[in-house]
Every structure is written in structure tokens, then in C-alpha cells.
Nanobody, 117 residues
Framework: QVRLVESGGGLVQAGGSLRLSCAAS????????MGWFRQAPGKEREFVAG????????TYADIVKGRFTISRDNAKNKVYLQMNNLKPEDTAVYYC??????????WGQGTQVTVSS
């Protein structure tokens, strides 16, 4: 079992940066693929970025490539999402998620990111 708690959201002007953190509890965290998702009002939840547990390889949604960076620190049981050059369309609730095998089964409660124009 893994419990995930996000932090670091807030209000930022367009062009600014935020760093989201996800603290995980559970001894098997280091063997989970971890991801960040987001959901804007009235929209479906969408994948933002993921990081593999074994080799640290990363994947990104096209709309955030070059602006967002996902990373993890297995020793601290944490996953991060560095978000640069934020745009108003990045406004959403951001969720951290853990994938033991094929599906993202573990989710945090979310943290709000609001980007003003």
C-alpha cells in the first residue's frame, strides 16, 4: 500500500514557475512507476508526466514537453514536478499517482495550481 500527499501548488503569474512535491509512504515506493496527472474544471483528467522506477526514464505529454520536468528521490520517497514557463491553460488540480504494474492504482488528494494571465 502506498499513500501519496502532494504539496507545492499555488497561484502564479504566466511565465512563472512552481515545483510540486509528492511524498509517498510505503516501503515499495521505489519500485513503482510514478506519474503526475491534472484535471481542469469541466475537463477529463489527463496525463502530464511519468518516471520509471527502474531506470528513471521519463515521458511527457506533448503540451508540457520542454517546460515541465519530473524527477524522483527514492531515498526520500518523493517525486517532483518542476513546472516552468507556466501558462493559464496549465491551471488545474495536479495529482500524483503510483503504478505498481500496469495501472495507476494509487492517487494523492491533489494540489491546486492556478496561473493568472
Amino acid at each position: 500500500q502506498v499513500r501519496l500527499v502532494e504539496s507545492g501548488g499555488g497561484l502564479v503569474q504566466a511565465g512563472g514557475s512552481l515545483r510540486l512535491s509528492c511524498a509517498a509512504s510505503g516501503r515499495t515506493f521505489s519500485r513503482y512507476t510514478m506519474g503526475w496527472f491534472r484535471q481542469a474544471p469541466g475537463k477529463e483528467r489527463e496525463f502530464v508526466a511519468g518516471i520509471n522506477w527502474s531506470n528513471g526514464s521519463t515521458t511527457y505529454a506533448d503540451i508540457v514537453k520542454g517546460r515541465f520536468t519530473i524527477s524522483r528521490d527514492n531515498a526520500k520517497n518523493k517525486v517532483y514536478l518542476q513546472m516552468n514557463n507556466l501558462k493559464p491553460e496549465d491551471t488545474a488540480v495536479y495529482y500524483c499517482a503510483g503504478r505498481p504494474v500496469a495501472s495507476y492504482n494509487y492517487w494523492g488528494q491533489g494540489t491546486q495550481v492556478t496561473v493568472s494571465s
